[in-house]
């Protein structure tokens, strides 16, 4: 089940498919495995009841995302930009697999922007690698728990998580502290344990 108007500004499935058409060898070139789902998604919105937004029902910047990256060398190859109605900035980020290898096995599924306002697996990662060395070290057994919950928020969050995460954090500190001093590094102010809440 479909819906229009969609937010590309179609009045029906006939001026949707019309328009789709353009784009579509793309799908059958296989140039991302995401962009079926890509543009079924955005082209016929899935009718809910539910929402009352049209613009609310968008796919993921995810499936945006992993679209552009597997067909946009592809387009330019031949002279065609990334189309300026696919901007991925502009959809709503979703859920996705995690791929960052220090996280993935702690957490099958992530969803961003994060509370560090990293828009994606990519920033936060770079931020997450940095601490990589007193994982390695053994500073505490729960570092790399604590770091992937923080960075890589779950999909669906618990309801203690902020509990949860404040007395991995207290846990972590008490043993990493003194190893960070050690080499005159203090404590990361992103990593505050006063910014979780107590439950």
């Known amino acids: 089940m479909t819906t229009f108007p969609n937010t590309l500004g179609h009045r029906s499935q006939t001026e949707a498919t019309q328009d789709l058409k353009a784009i579509w ?14 543009l079924c998604s955005y ?32 387009m330019n190859k031949f002279g065609f930009p990334w189309p300026s109605n696919f901007e ?18 702690k957490l099958k599924k992530t969803k961003f922007p994060n509370r560090f306002g990293h828009k994606n697996q990519h920033e936060a990662g770079l931020e997450v690698n940095k601490f990589y ?13 604590f770091l992937c919950s923080v960075y890589f928020p779950k999909c669906n969050p618990q309801v203690d998580s902020e509990r949860w995460n ?14 960070m ?19």
């Open 25 to 38: 060898p793309l799908v059958e070139i296989g140039c991302s495995a995401s962009l079926r789902e890509f």
């Open 181 to 199: 001093n050690e080499i005159g590094m203090d404590w990361p102010n992103e990593l505050s344990c006063e910014q979780f809440t107590s439950g």
């Open 88 to 105: 991925c900035h502009k959809f709503p980020g979703g859920c996705e697999p995690t791929t960052i290898p220090m996280c993935a096995q």
């Open 133 to 145: 060395i007193f994982v390695v070290a053994g500073c505490s057994d729960f570092f790399q728990d």
């Open 166 to 179: 404040q007395l991995l954090c207290n846990t972590v500190r008490a043993g990493c502290e003194p190893i």
């Open 43 to 74: 082209y016929f919105p899935k009718c809910d009841p539910a929402v009352k937004e049209i613009s609310t029902i968008l796919p993921s910047r995810y499936l945006c995302e992993n679209s552009r990256k597997g067909c946009e060398p592809l």
